[in-house]
């Protein structure tokens, strides 16, 4: 295993998604739902073309827990852009990263997984980053926070639906079907809403899918690489740090000293619980 290209595949992945995070923060003035469209068709197109390209069948083997996981996942894509017009976007992303406490939760009720009490700690500790941003930030928007919450626990329920899938299905067969279901709801819930994108905003809209599309290749090169994912899933919160980055210097967003510490022990918690989990699993 290569850590040194591992290190580089996920360095690659997460400063993708933060590239595909700081368009969405940028098109304010177009509606979540035409972001979801154009975000899906571009990845659509891709996926499509490999399952056609290596004879897959793109129905798959379990239609309905299929049409489940893009149900749950294009809620989760379409609450967190509608939470970028509301909240800084290193904060978005940060407070999106609270999915795997969600996650663990539905576990607990679905899949019969039980939790660590040390894990708990660390969720209380990622829980008072959040406490910290509400209360001491006033650039945290209520309505927003609503918003992005309700993203993270559709991405913690998502979690659950690819648990149940399990391997039997293609990977790129999951990932074809949430973007075709996201193109066609975002699609028609773009009716009415639609705002004709202007010179370099095509290619912007565009870039979403190609961003996204090697955001998730490369992040899942990082972990085929690594001997171990506790060596590397920690690096995927450079995300966030990479989106907070972008945030000051292309969009002059102000951060302050206790949003700063509210969004490092949201980040420590998760990683000290990503690190702690793959370190006890059985």
């Known amino acids: 295993m290569d850590i040194k290209n591992a290190l ?63 149900v749950v996942g294009v809620t989760s894509m379409t609450l967190f852009f509608m939470s970028t017009k509301y909240l800084p976007i ?95 709801l975002g699609g028609i819930l773009s009716i009415g809403k639609w705002v004709n994108p202007v010179g370099v905003e095509w290619l912007m809209l565009l870039g979403l899918g190609l961003f996204g599309y090697f955001g998730q290749l490369f992040m899942t090169k990082a972990f085929q690489t690594a001997a171990s994912t506790s060596q590397i899933a920690p690096l995927k919160y450079l995300e966030t740090i990479f989106t907070l980055l972008f945030g000051v210097f292309l969009f002059s967003e102000v951060y302050t000293i206790l949003s700063l510490l509210g969004i490092t022990l949201i980040i420590t918690g998760l990683v000290l619980n990503a690190k702690y989990k793959e370190k006890h699993k059985t």
Request: hydrophobic share 55%; proline share 3%.
């Open 8 to 70: 580089k595949f996920m360095l690659i992945s997460t400063l993708s998604f933060a590239c595909m995070n700081s368009i969405v923060k940028h098109l304010t003035h177009i509606s979540a739902f035409q972001i979801v469209f154009f975000r899906s068709i571009g990845t659509l197109a891709i996926t499509s073309t490999y399952l056609l390209r290596h004879r897959i069948p793109f129905s798959g083997n379990n239609k309905k827990i299929l049409i489940l996981r893009g």
């Open 90 to 184: 290193g904060t978005a992303v940060s407070l999106r990263y609270m999915a795997p406490i969600f996650a663990a939760i539905f576990a607990i009720f679905f899949l019969k997984e039980k939790v660590m009490p040390l894990q708990w700690l660390f969720f209380i500790m990622a829980f008072g980053g959040v406490v910290i941003l509400k209360g001491f930030d006033v650039n945290v928007s209520t309505y927003g926070l609503i918003l992005i919450f309700g993203s993270a626990i559709f991405s913690g329920l998502v979690y659950v639906v690819l648990s149940k899938i399990g391997s039997s299905e293609h990977p790129v067969v999951v990932v074809n079907y949430f973007m075709a279901i996201s193109v066609v």
